[in-house]
């Protein structure tokens, strides 16, 4: 099954947002949305979303301040959606590590052309395979379409469960540490207890290997990390 796309809506208008948010469903986009911007800090460090779209002017925290944030451990795309127009504003925020700076108010066509553009820049820039397809044995795993398969059958992965198997296949051959791992996935405001990694590589055996005891795709590296077998 094709994992759905994950988009972070920062912003404090509520009927902005929930525009936003239904024009986003409809194109079978998954949203999540707050209006301050310490809480979006935290939702971009716990979901790890695809996308960020992020108004500048919140409540409890400018928006140039969330970008400074999410850059110190994250390259996921965000995308400025602001009224503020002035071109030394763009120019600081694209700076800061901003994606795109749309000024409102924005077309709904416009916007999810943007959108995808962002997303496909990101996907680029989040593994080398990014238009490649990785094969190990009976694993296929389509950067491009976000596709999992097993001996040919879709295999359904949550977007956390994806994002550790894209991770390690990006990495193939390689001990990834716990730390790397965690930190790609859930940010560094994630305490180092590896505990949730080790739940969700449990359910990704099940869903991956024939025996999850004795894997053949995802081996582990005692008191280390995991490595991914090599791409054949």
Not at 83 to 102: C, M, S
Not at 172 to 178: H, I
Request: glycine letters at 6%; hydrophobic letters at 40%; proline letters at 3%.
């Amino acid at each position: 099954m094709k994992t759905k796309a994950t988009i972070l809506i920062i912003e404090d208008e509520e009927n902005i947002a929930d525009f936003i948010e239904t024009s986003l469903r409809a194109q079978n986009y998954k949203a999540v949305s707050t209006r301050m911007g310490k809480e979006g800090i935290a939702l971009a460090a716990s979901l790890c979303p695809d996308l960020i779209l992020l108004d500048l002017g919140l409540p409890d925290l400018d928006g140039m301040e969330v970008i400074r944030k999410v850059r110190e451990w994250s390259g996921m795309p965000v995308i400025v959606l602001s009224a503020r127009n002035q071109e030394k504003e763009k120019v600081e925020a694209l700076d800061l590590g901003a994606d795109d700076y749309i000024t409102k108010p924005v077309g709904t066509s416009e916007l999810m052309a943007r959108i995808r553009t962002a997303l496909r820049h990101g996907a680029a820039a989040g593994t080398q395979k990014s238009e490649n397809v990785f094969i190990t044995g009976g694993l296929q795993l389509d950067f491009g379409k976000r596709i999992v398969k097993v001996n040919a059958e879709e295999v359904h992965l949550t977007q956390v469960e994806y994002k550790i198997v894209a991770f390690l296949a990006a990495n193939a051959g390689r001990v990834v540490t716990y730390d790397a791992i965690i930190s790609h996935v859930w940010g560094p405001y994630m305490d180092d207890n590896n505990r949730i990694l080790r739940v969700n590589m449990a359910n990704i055996r099940r869903k991956l290997e024939n025996n999850p005891a004795e894997p053949r795709y995802i081996y582990t590296e005692i008191g280390v990390g995991y490595r991914m077998a090599e791409e054949e």
